[in-house]
T-cell receptor
Framework: AQTVTQSQPEMSVQEAETVTLSCTYDTSENNYYLFWYKQPPSRQMILVIRQEAYKQQNATENRFSVNFQKAAKSFSLKISDSQLGDTAMYFC?????????????????FGQGTILTVHP | NAGVMQNPRHLVRRRGQEARLRCSPMKGHSHVYWYRQLPEEGLKFMVYLQKENIIDESGMPKERFSAEFPKEGPSILRIQQVVRGDSAAYFCASEGLAGAHFFFGPGTRLTVL
């Protein structure tokens, strides 16, 4: 079974600054996906960024980037130029790659979440 | 192209009543996943369905909970004889054919009095 751990229950950052959210995971799989989801007060789950484990290059989406360290099983999210609209709960999630087979395909395992507050 | 739709958005039930939560996946999506989010926690997988089939229900409580995804119509998560501990946000997600692209609905917030 996979586990995902987010060790920072809460983080805060000043507007325009950079913040990094931590995520570690445990798995015996070699091929998988990792995700960061954002959940604002509306509670809608919004995909922020996705990383495939076999790709060594870190994923980037505008102000959001990840630092994927496969050997260390670490997947941190960096938010640059933080904006007030980034205030939300952020969840890290793991999914076994479809090619790995088995019925756990498509099943996301989420961490406990980190509440991020961006201050003006 | 409408996103994943869930209704109702809010549902209040008294202990012992039944709750029915509906999820319409995005057009063309045939894989639906249900997750439960208890207060102050992350989402926990409940069940994975394809049209007319339950693929993985390993996260579903053995009693009182059931799910279906009929050939026509939305997926339904049914909770019989609700208890206060069932109070949570229930999310459904659908997945595109390309795989590993999940689109979440806005959730149904169930409150059991």
């Amino acid at each position: 079974a996979q586990t995902v751990t987010q060790s920072q229950p809460e983080m805060s950052v000043q507007e325009a600054e950079t913040v990094t959210l931590s995520c570690t995971y445990d798995t015996s799989e070699n091929n998988y996906y990792l995700f960061w989801y954002k959940q604002p007060p509306s509670r809608q789950m919004i995909l922020v960024i996705r990383q495939e484990a076999y790709k060594q290059q870190n994923a980037t989406e505008n102000r959001f980037s990840v630092n994927f360290q496969k050997a260390a099983k670490s997947f941190s999210l960096k938010i640059s130029d933080s904006q007030l609209g980034d205030t939300a709960m952020y969840f890290c999630a793991f999914m076994k790659h479809p090619n790995a087979g088995g019925t756990s395909y498509g099943k996301l395992t989420f961490g406990q979440g980190t509440i991020l507050t961006v201050h003006p | 192209n409408a996103g994943v739709m869930q209704n109702p958005r809010h549902l209040v039930r008294r202990r012992g009543q039944e709750a029915r939560l509906r999820c319409s996946p995005m057009k063309g999506h045939s894989h639906v996943y249900w997750y439960r989010q208890l207060p102050e926690e992350g989402l926990k997988f409940m069940v994975y369905l394809q049209k007319e089939n339950i693929i993985d229900e390993s996260g579903m409580p053995k009693e009182r909970f059931s799910a279906e995804f009929p050939k026509e119509g939305p997926s339904i998560l049914r909770i019989q004889q609700v208890v206060r501990g069932d109070s949570a946000a229930y999310f459904c997600a659908s997945e595109g054919l390309a795989g590993a692209h999940f689109f979440f609905g806005p959730g149904t917030r169930l409150t059991v009095l």
